[in-house]
Structure formats: C-alpha cells, structure tokens
C-alpha cells in the first residue's frame, strides 16, 4: 500500500484497512511526508484489518 497523504482530524490519524492478503505477518511502516523520515505509531495487523492510529499535526503516508 502506498496511499495519499493522511491529515489529521482534531489532531488524531485513525486509518483501517482491509487486509486482502489475509496475513497477519505483514510489516507496515509510517513516514511523514515532509521528510520522509519513519515514525512510531500503534500499528495492530490481522488476517482481515490493518488499523493504524496515531497523535500527529503533520502529513504523513503509509508504506507496506
């Protein structure tokens, strides 16, 4: 997944989605967009949802 830019909504990114690999051994990472520098965020990965969920102010882009 390489996904557009996800913004903030009252400070808090929550973004779920739909697994179709059906693997819970994925590795899945996020970078703020400005630097691309990787950032720390609650990642939870199931066969059936990846759901990531962070505190930001910035832009920031998932890459699986």
Do not use: C
């Amino acid at each position: 997944v390489n996904n557009t830019a996800l913004t903030p909504s009252d400070g808090v990114v929550t973004w779920t989605i739909s697994n179709t690999l059906a693997s819970a051994d994925l590795v899945v990472t996020v970078k703020e967009v400005s630097t691309g520098d990787e950032v720390g965020v609650d990642i939870r990965v199931s066969s059936s949802n990846i759901v990531i969920k962070f505190n930001a102010t910035k832009l920031f882009k998932v890459v699986a």
